[in-house]
């Protein structure tokens, strides 16, 4: 992740938590989110290597479906404001909720807690940019994409 991309998301979760709003969603592309030299962010407690299983099971994906956009969907501060917390994912896919499923639980060590297809999109949600900037996901979704939410506990 990117300077531009952490000033981004810090100015807009501290705003949000000093205004009480809580309405906005964030994402990120996995791969600026999911970086392992990368220690300003955490996913499912996983800071740094940890991150690898997770890449692995997001390659597994795309391996087999090509189409696929994978985003992190960010939660929250922590750590005093050092580090940004996630622990679900967002997937964009032309595959079956079925071969979602199979990809993600074939991992003994880091199954998800759920997974299941978004239906609800009635939150504000953005995506981060490389350059900081706000991306309505309207502007995300392909012809012939479902999308889906895998969540760690």
Same mark, same amino acid.
Request: with cysteine; aromatic share 14%.
């Given at each position: 992740?990117?300077?531009?991309?952490?000033?981004?998301?810090?100015?807009?979760?501290?705003?949000?938590?000093?205004?009480?709003?809580?309405?906005?969603? !964030?994402?990120?592309?996995? &791969? #600026?989110?999911?970086?392992? %030299? *990368?220690?300003?962010?955490? @996913?499912?407690?996983?800071? =740094?290597?940890?991150?690898?299983?997770?890449?692995?099971?997001?390659?597994?994906?795309?391996?087999?479906?090509?189409?696929?956009?994978?985003?992190?969907?960010? !939660?929250?501060?922590?750590? &005093? #404001?050092?580090?940004?917390? %996630? *622990?679900?994912?967002?997937? @964009?896919?032309?595959?079956? =909720?079925?071969?979602?499923?199979?990809?993600?639980?074939?991992?003994?060590?880091?199954?998800?807690?759920?997974?299941?297809?978004?239906?609800?999109?009635?939150?504000?949600?953005?995506?981060?940019? #490389?350059?900081?900037?706000?991306?309505?996901?309207?502007?995300?979704?392909?012809?012939?994409?479902?999308?889906?939410?895998?969540?760690?506990?």
């Amino acid at each position: 992740m990117n300077s531009l991309q952490k000033g981004s998301i810090l100015t807009l979760l501290k705003t949000d938590e000093m205004s009480s709003n809580y309405t906005n969603n !964030y994402w990120f592309s996995y &791969k #600026d989110y999911l970086d392992p %030299a *990368d220690d300003f962010t955490d @996913f499912c407690c996983e800071c =740094l290597e940890g991150k690898h299983e997770y890449i692995a099971l997001i390659e597994n994906l795309i391996n087999k479906d090509k189409t696929a956009k994978i985003f992190v969907q960010v !939660y929250g501060l922590d750590n &005093k #404001d050092k580090v940004i917390t %996630a *622990d679900t994912l967002i997937i @964009f896919s032309k595959l079956s =909720l079925v071969e979602i499923k199979q990809i993600f639980n074939e991992p003994k060590d880091i199954f998800p807690s759920d997974i299941g297809e978004e239906t609800d999109f009635s939150q504000p949600t953005f995506m981060i940019g #490389d350059n900081g900037e706000l991306i309505s996901i309207t502007e995300l979704s392909h012809e012939g994409q479902r999308v889906y939410y895998c969540w760690w506990d």
